[in-house]
């Protein structure tokens, strides 16, 4: 399956473990991370959720052989039950990433709580150089997070960039050594153990509240596009390029 997941003294971590893929993402992965999200969210023991991946790599996104064998196929497509479990989970979610984090290996860094990446950790989210376009409202919420100009060369250009930049441009709250990161976001996670469940539950939702409808809205919006663009001309090209291990020719497009 490639997702590990556990419990220990209150915290649930939910392992990215696919390393000879460079953790690239399934829909069978996706499936049972939003199966272990929501295990999490049912069970009264559980009081903060951990999502990490292996030393060095976080998750190189998608799996393109899968998704386009698999492509989403509606709301209920795994990706997309993954989105909802995360976006709506009621419980804090600390996020400990290291090396790559492409595509939705970053954007689902904006539905958790708390952060941590290494400082030589490296985020990209090049959905225009695949001919696709942006997921899990990071067209709503980079803007709000980082201004528009910087969301506008990340999206639009799929600039990367660091560990240290992310906590610059207010996606992650710390930067650290590679090998603290999950250290660190574990010690985190174990803080909510020692605090009023309820009162971190209510407070959370209150932080959500004003975007979440748009949040959900923005959502299904992309994905209506994202689906189109995935059978575009221009998709088609990239991922044959990618395939091929040669950089897209969209001149005759």
């Known amino acids: 399956m490639s997702i590990k ?14 390393p000879e ?24 023991a559980v009081r903060a959720l951990v999502i990490t991946g292996q030393p060095g790599i976080f998750t190189a996104g998608n799996d393109l052989a899968d998704f386009m064998a698999h492509p989403p196929s509606g709301e209920d497509s795994p990706v997309f039950r993954f989105m909802r479990a995360l976006s709506g989970c009621e419980k804090p979610v600390v996020a400990a990433v290291t090396g ?13 709580d708390l952060v941590y990446v290494a400082e030589d950790a490296r985020l ?9 376009v942006p997921e899990f409202a990071s067209s709503l ?9 910087a969301a506008s060369e990340k999206l639009l250009l799929g600039e990367p960039f660091t560990g240290a930049e992310a906590v610059a441009l207010g996606l992650a709250n710390k930067a650290l050594p590679s090998g603290e990161v999950l250290k660190h976001a574990l010690g985190i996670a174990q803080r909510f153990t020692l ?3 309820g009162a971190v539950r209510e407070s959370k939702r209150l932080l959500r509240a004003p975007l979440s409808d748009r949040i959900d809205a923005t959502i299904r919006a992309e994905a209506v596009v994202f689906s189109r663009q995935l059978m575009s001309a221009e998709a088609i090209e990239s991922f044959k390029a990618f395939f091929e291990k040669r950089k897209p020719d969209f001149s005759k497009l």
């Open 5 to 18: 997941t556990s419990m220990a003294d209150g915290v649930t971590t939910i392992e990215i473990a696919r």
């Open 21 to 44: 893929k460079k953790n690239a993402l399934t829909m069978a992965m996706y499936d049972a991370m939003a199966a272990a999200i929501a295990g999490a969210q049912a069970d009264a």
């Open 100 to 112: 790559a984090a492409v595509g939705i290996g970053t954007t689902m860094l904006l539905h958790c």
């Open 124 to 132: 990209s989210m090049p959905f225009v150089s695949l001919g696709l």
């Open 141 to 149: 919420l980079l803007p709000r997070l980082m201004g528009r100009v």
């Open 195 to 197: 605090v009023a469940p």
